[in-house]
């Protein structure tokens, strides 16, 4: 056989494992669902992508696996560019023994993992897969463990997005849980540690697949999922705009983007938009949008913990990542939930060199008897924690209240932002001052002729002498009140000036946050 020869039957091979097994194409397209390679080609740039061990075979034997090697053993891994940056894929073909993870399977995926960490890019899994191959046994759960310890050596060092288009059952859900965010599509993309059959084999619960496990779910109940989509072409164009957002590893900075909207554009709308009555509600996202270069924001977790939004956006063409009270969910209360939230939020920009900026119209926590069984102490002090652990630029805005222990743990100047404006309009306080005066002046109310008079009359007075506009900035809390309208110029000059902070930590092998 000449080399000719020998390289036209590599192009019929080559041909033959891009164009897969027609039946099994139709059978993914009769589901709504697309197929890896068409996956691929919608996340990378055109014509980027290059393949690695695209024909890789199994090994096993048993069950009828000897007669049955398709090339790529299910998963096809490589990398290509978003935008002209280096991105890392690897995406199960459910056509391949659904998707199901064996022995060459998984090393596949390690393998692009190890290139991913050592080339310092972001990875993207593209997960449709049916979990473990279950005729490969014990070699196939020792691949999962492969791939638990690289997300974990990954974690901090390089992007890692999990995009769910299709059933993630079992242990293999646990990989996603390590990245930094998920991504689902709503009807087709389910994840769950047991399925529905064994759920109502042990409880007797009847549920479905995507009731217990939907994009739904996991975006608004369970937290798991941070992005939901209705298809998979919208999922995974967020998915590219996310990577714009972010560095390319931990040792790089955002990457910036031309910025046509003035930097000293006044926000005169915020005059109008934040209600003086601090028991006024009103939309944050609405001042983040007035604020944003363009108005345009990409948050994380909209669904789930609304009482606070965790969002990222760009000030000046700069990435910034974006904590905000949202008091039109529960006053803007932290909670159990919300506190989780911020607090991963806030640890993955400061792993990813992304400056914070924190929108603080905090009541307090929340009250209760479930939230305190539920352990807010513990939950809250993961925010607290995060934000004392965060090197990055930290500015926080107070815009109306900020009480108690939760002022204190939204970033505040004591435990370490770097600057704290307020607007003209902030009470910041052990409490309200309503409740403030219940408890200083009890006694003296009590036994005033007109109680409510009285108590009327200590409330202004408490409020007049402790909780004025200009009471923190006095103490130095505040570094200034500023006019709402200078908002957007005051936060783009100031992380200007912090673009290239540097703090010193403490050597240590890591610390010990509360869990």
């Keep these: 056989m000449t080399m000719a020869e020998r390289v036209a039957e590599l192009v019929r091979i080559r041909q033959d494992v891009l164009d897969g097994v027609p039946a099994a194409t139709d059978a993914q397209h009769a589901k709504g669902k697309l197929t890896a390679r068409e996956r691929i080609a919608l996340l990378l740039d055109e014509g980027s992508f290059q393949e690695v061990e695209q024909l890789r075979r199994h090994r096993a034997t048993g069950f009828g696996l000897e007669a049955k090697k398709p090339y790529t053993d299910g998963v096809i891994t490589g990398w290509g560019t978003v935008e002209g940056r280096t991105v890392f894929v690897y995406a199960h073909d459910f056509r391949i023994f659904g998707g199901a993870l064996g022995e060459a399977h998984a090393t596949k995926i390690h393998k692009i993992m190890d290139m991913a960490i050592a080339a310092g890019a972001p990875l993207v899994s593209l997960n449709d897969g049916a979990g473990a191959r279950i005729q490969e046994g014990v070699s196939a759960l020792a691949g999962y463990g492969g791939i638990f310890q690289r997300n974990t050596r990954a974690s901090g060092v390089i992007p890692q997005i999990s995009v769910m288009l299709g059933p993630c059952a079992g242990g293999a859900a646990y990989s996603p849980a390590l990245t930094d965010f998920v991504f689902m599509v709503r009807d087709t993309s389910q994840m769950f540690i047991t399925g529905p059959d064994v759920v109502r084999a042990v409880t007797g619960e009847e549920i479905t697949q995507n009731g217990l496990g939907g994009a739904d779910v996991h975006a608004a109940t369970s937290g798991v999922a941070h992005f939901a989509y209705d298809d998979e072409e919208t999922c995974i164009a967020e998915v590219r705009y996310l990577l ?272």
């Design 244 to 515: 714009s957002m972010l560095p390319a590893n931990n040792r790089a900075t955002p990457p910036a983007a031309p910025c046509d909207d003035p930097v000293d554009r006044r926000t005169e709308r915020l005059l109008d938009l934040v209600p003086l009555d601090g028991s006024r509600p009103y939309d944050m996202r609405e001042v983040i949008e007035e604020v944003v270069d363009d108005g345009e924001h990409m948050e994380v977790h909209e669904r789930w913990a609304t009482s606070v939004i965790t969002t990222l956006a760009r000030l000046g063409g700069q990435v910034v990542g974006i904590v905000a009270s949202q008091p039109r969910a529960l006053a803007g209360v932290l909670d159990i939930h919300s506190s989780e939230k911020a607090a991963r939020f806030v640890q993955m920009c400061d792993a990813f060199s992304i400056p914070l900026v924190t929108l603080v119209d905090v009541p307090g926590f929340l009250p209760g008897v479930d939230q305190e069984h539920g352990g807010i102490i513990r939950h809250g002090a993961k925010l607290l924690y995060a934000y004392c652990n965060a090197t990055v630029p930290r500015i926080s805005l107070i815009l109306r209240k900020a009480y108690g222990g939760a002022y204190i743990v939204m970033d505040s100047q004591s435990i370490g932002a770097d600057l704290t404006y307020a607007w003209p309009a902030n009470e910041i306080a052990v409490m309200g001052a309503e409740g403030a005066a219940n408890v200083v002046f009890r006694r003296q109310i009590a036994q005033a002729e007109d109680p409510e008079a009285t108590r009327e009359q200590l409330v202004k007075e408490y409020r007049a002498e402790l909780m004025h506009p200009y009471y923190a900035a006095e103490r130095g809390l505040v570094d200034d009140v500023i006019d709402p309208a200078d908002t957007r110029a005051t936060l783009i000059t100031a992380l200007a000036m912090l673009r290239t902070k540097h703090a010193a930590t403490p050597t240590r092998k890591h610390g010990n946050p509360p869990m």
